[in-house]
């Protein structure tokens, strides 16, 4: 079945830190890939996406590229924020599943 | 403003209790879910609903009962819940379920808590 890894956390950065979260995925066919986040008592936001090999999604300074080739899906930004600081879900959903699966999600924190 | 409204905010109910949660969208979505979401663990999702019609439960015991009277609303119902049902509850909605790129939108989740 569908499956996404996604790095464990906590993450604590620096502000103006370079951030990177991985995300692998295993899925039949060909997924579209999703980042939703999470902030403090709130319900997940989507943050970016892609439907098809090398699209590149990107938001409020994150992307990430779906690569095929490594069925992956990290997500980067070049400067965080303290107002990044939040819950970060990859997932996936395949023609065949017709649902979302997500990560187990990765906590980041980030410090003035 | 996400267009999907969930309420209440926060329950507290004891084991013996009968509740309900609330979910409306307000974006013309044709698909909607129930997810739970505990502490240390990954979202679990529990229904499904396309044109009104549950396309999925996902083994969930039978103290939780899902009600779709129509593509807008979304309910919960809750009766004889034990302590681990403690969790947030979100709701989403999307165009429909046809199309996997279509994104999910969420609801900012009732806090329930089991006594």
């Known amino acids: 079945g569908d499956s996404v890894t996604q790095m464990e956390g906590p993450v604590t950065l620096s502000e103006e830190a370079f951030l990177t979260i991985n995300c692998t995925y295993t899925?039949?066919?060909?997924?579209?890939l999703f980042w939703y986040v999470q902030y403090p008592g709130e319900g997940l936001q989507l943050l970016l996406k892609a439907t098809k090999a090398d699209d590149k999604g990107s938001n409020k300074g994150f992307e990430a590229t779906y690569r095929k080739e490594t069925t992956s899906f990290h997500l980067e930004k070049g400067s965080v924020q303290v107002s990044d600081s939040a819950v970060y879900f990859c997932a996936l959903a395949s023609g065949s599943a017709r649902q979302l699966t997500f990560g187990s999600g990765t906590q980041l924190t980030v410090l003035p | 403003e996400t267009g999907v409204t969930q309420t209440p905010r926060h329950l507290v109910m004891g084991m013996t209790n009968k509740k309900s949660l609330k979910c409306e969208q307000h974006l013309g979505h044709n698909a909607m879910y129930w997810y739970k979401q505990s502490a240390k663990k990954p979202l679990e999702l529990m229904f499904v609903y396309n044109f009104k019609e549950q396309t999925e439960n996902n083994s969930v015991p039978s103290r939780f009962s899902p009600e779709c009277p129509n593509s807008s609303h979304l309910f919960l119902h809750l009766h004889t819940l034990q302590p681990e049902d403690s969790a947030l509850y979100l709701c989403a909605s999307s165009r429909e379920l046809a199309d996997p790129s279509y994104e999910q939108y969420f609801g900012p989740g009732t806090r329930l808590t089991v006594t």
């Open positions: 899925a039949t066919g060909y997924p579209s």
